[in-house]
């Protein structure tokens, strides 16, 4: 949207109690929920944890094109997952706290449908566990396919490519991508396996999804890359194999070292007579 200035605040700072709902009705008259922040009732926004990130999508068409994403440009958009993945081998404890403040906004929003529940999702009677069955997180569970085992959980965040100029067009938008300190990285790109952080916002609480279904849609504005994939400590030993006795082992040796050691033997293979500059097969 243009124009829009939001105050986004540190997530561990961040007072869910200071989070207020209103019930309403649109234009179709369908039931719709306002979410402010706040005595000066500001959008909910905030800065979130560092974590990273598996599929982004915040350049170019963003997911157009892609398996999930539309085959219409127009309707593309810039998409980033923040994961609880393992950073260096050790758990993202601030990830954990930035998802304790999103559950508890989640929490909010739950008691306040089943409160209304009947002007929200013409039910009544519905206890707060079963309309929490209706409820989609914002913090979702991610399973093993093969297993169904839990291997973690992220956040899902999306904006449009394109938005609504206010004057009946669209105008293009992009993704801003800093570093660590907030400069500003030209033509920056977030890969897979970065550590990132990103300024979000709640764009609507929607309802009436799939049915009854509601939730927030998280959209985001910036992305500052923490720490590129590259950067991030690799394992230099596996301690599962330590201790083994193999009869048979030999030490690891990279292509390049056997070529200098048959250097130093004067050792030639077949194929090294095809090597030399300038040689031909007889025909």
């Known amino acids: 949207m243009v124009g ?32 402010t922040y706040g005595p000066g009732r500001s959008e909910i926004a905030m800065i979130s944890a560092a974590a990273m990130t598996l599929w982004p999508r915040c350049s ?4 157009f094109g892609t398996m999930w994403g539309p085959a219409d440009v127009s309707k593309a958009k810039f998409t980033l997952d923040l994961t609880d993945t ?8 601030q990830f954990t706290v930035f998802s304790t403040v999103i559950e508890a906004l989640d929490d909010a929003l739950l008691d306040f449908v089943t409160e209304h529940q009947l002007k929200i999702l013409g039910r009544k009677n519905l206890s707060r566990d079963e309309v929490k069955m209706l409820q989609i997180r914002s913090i979702r569970p991610k399973y093993d396919k093969l297993t169904g085992a839990l291997t973690g959980h992220n956040m899902n965040l999306s904006a449009s490519k394109f938005a609504w100029d206010g004057i ?3 105008y293009e938008r992009k993704i801003t991508v800093c570093d660590c300190h907030g400069a500003t990285v030209p033509h ?12 979000i916002y709640a764009n609507q609480v929607y309802n009436g999804v799939g049915g009854d279904k509601f939730g927030i849609h998280w959209g985001f504005q910036d992305v500052a890359v923490v720490c590129q994939r590259s950067a991030l ?9 330590q201790d083994m006795d193999w009869p048979m082992a030999q030490p690891y040796t990279t292509h390049e070292q056997v070529s200098e050691i048959n250097k130093c033997n ?12 300038g040689s031909s097969i007889p025909v």
Not at 188 to 199: E, K, N, Q, Y
Not at 233 to 241: I, M, N, P, Q, R
């Open 168 to 170: 009946g067009g669209k």
């Open 60 to 63: 170019g068409d963003g997911n």
């Open 188 to 199: 920056g790109a977030v890969s897979p396996g970065d550590v990132v952080s990103a300024t």
């Open 266 to 277: 004067g050792t030639t293979f077949a194929t090294d007579q095809f090597a030399t500059e």
């Open 86 to 93: 393992q950073i260096n081998g050790m758990a993202n404890d």
């Open 233 to 241: 400590e690799h394992k230099t030993e596996v301690a599962a194999f």
């Open 4 to 35: 829009v200035n939001r105050n986004f605040v540190k997530f561990d700072t961040f007072d869910v109690t200071q989070v207020s709902f209103q019930a309403g009705i649109d234009r179709n008259s369908k039931p719709t929920i306002a979410m």
